[in-house]
Every structure is written in C-alpha cells, then in structure tokens.
C-alpha cells in the first residue's frame, strides 16, 4: 500500500506528522507538503513562477518533502513527475480547525485531497473540529481506523473506466479516542454568511482588511455534518466533483436558453 500525504497547514505542523506517525504502519509513505501555511488556498496552483521541491534530512520528519506552493501544487507536482509509481491513496490532513458545509470550497487541505481524486486517486481529508491540537493524538488513531477501514472495503470498489473515486471528507471532534467510536456518513450542512471583515489601519495611516470569521451554521440538522459533530461523533461527508446543477439544466433546456 502507498499513501501519499499532504496537508496545508505546512510540513511543519503537528497534524501533519501525527497523521503520518499513525499511519506508518498500513504500508509505505510518501510526504509532500507546502513550506508554508496555505489555509484557505482552496484548489490553487502556483502559475506564475517554477516551485522547488526539498527533503527534510534527519529529525522526526526525515525524508518528508516540502514545496514553495499551495497543497494542490504539492499533489499535482507528486502525481505530474515526482513519484516513480502512483499511489494507492492519497490523505490530506489532519487539519488544524473544522473543514465543515461551505469551508470545503476554500479548504486546502480538502483542496489537497480533490487533487488526488482528479487523478483517478481515492483520498481523504482529515480535520480536527477546534484549532489548538488538543487530543491530536486520539485524532491521529481515528484517521487510521478510517483509513484502515477504506483499505479493507474501498467505498467505491471496482471503479469504472473514466469513473472519478469518491473523496471523503472527515471532521474529528477533539475528544479521547474511546469516545470517538462513534461514526456518521453525512451531508454537508450550511452556514450563514460569513462575518464582516475588520477594518484596521497599517503604521502608514493606510486602510487594511483582515477576513472575518466564518459564519454560524444555520443548517445543522440531523445527517449533516454539523450536527454529529454536535453530538459528539467523527462526521465523514463523501464529496464529488461535479458541479453542475441538473435540475436547472433540464429547466434550461426546456426552455428559450437552448436553441438549436
């Protein structure tokens, strides 16, 4: 079994080698990671000048590569030319607060994960729910289960020819491993729209913006994300990539919008 790992808080971030600690075991390794912080880069990558890719030597994070880019340049890059061999999985992760209903379209480490699947790669991407690292350990053991329970009964099985595989999207509540038995497969719930930005004024006098929080969650009904969370549970929200909107398609094509 190969399992290429990425994440985007960077290749120096807990998350990452404690997901990479844990799953050591299940077969080999490949890291690539970004050399910095991208939270929020979503599916981003890096256009406008080369990348450079280098190996860590020596330390707890020995042979781990790390890249100048955004989490999808590192899995683009992996699976485009650097890897001999493809992987059999790709996991992103563990990701350093809660990647929920809409945060899956900014998400990098989600970013890092679609990456994979848009190679025909299963993937998973692994969030803990509060920022802070507490119980990493115990959010580690649980991705392995996961990971451990998607190698013994892949979610897609046999895919077809051109068929995309499905991404999983797991958020782990920072709670002990015993109290994390309990697993729930999920929709994504909803928010409300994000808080205002703040407005400050740089040592020039000069206007800056920070991005405000994200907002509240105003669907967290029961089956969505939210909501196991709420109760305490690991929720995992298989994801696809297709976009389009067929019911408004069919609508569009009934209508004046197509024209022959």
């Avoid at 998350?15 to 880069?41: C, D, F, Y």
Wanted: glycine share 8%.
């Amino acid at each position: 079994m190969h399992i290429l790992i990425a994440n985007d808080d960077g290749y120096l971030a807990p998350g990452l080698l404690a997901l990479v600690n844990a799953l050591r075991p299940l077969g080999k390794i490949t890291v690539i990671a970004p050399e910095q912080n991208h939270s929020g880069a979503s599916n981003s990558l890096t256009l406008s000048r080369p990348l450079t890719v280098n190996r860590m030597a020596g330390g707890d994070r020995d042979n781990f590569l790390y890249v100048n880019g955004t989490p999808t340049d590192c899995v683009h890059i992996a699976l485009t030319g650097l890897l001999d061999s493809k992987p059999d999985l790709v996991v992103s992760g563990i990701n350093q607060g809660e990647n929920m209903g809409e945060d899956v379209l900014y998400s990098g480490t989600v970013a890092a994960a679609i990456e994979g699947v848009m190679f025909g790669i299963p993937a998973i991407a692994f969030s803990q729910v509060a920022k802070g690292w507490a119980r990493l350990d115990d959010a580690a053991q649980i991705a392995r289960d996961i990971v451990m329970q998607q190698i013994n009964s892949p979610v897609d099985g046999v895919l077809n020819a051109g068929e995309k595989p499905t991404l999983l999207n797991v958020n782990i509540p920072n709670l002990p491993y015993e109290s994390l038995k309990s697993w729930r497969v999920t929709r994504l719930g909803n928010r409300h729209h994000s808080q205002n930005v703040i407005m400050q004024n740089n040592p020039r006098g000069e206007p800056i913006y920070w991005i405000g929080p994200p907002g509240d969650a105003r669907d967290a009904t029961e089956g969505t994300d939210f909501h196991a969370i709420n109760q305490g549970q690991v929720s995992i929200t298989p994801l696809q990539l297709d976009l389009s909107h067929l019911k408004t398609r069919e609508k569009m094509i009934q209508s004046q919008w197509q024209k022959n």
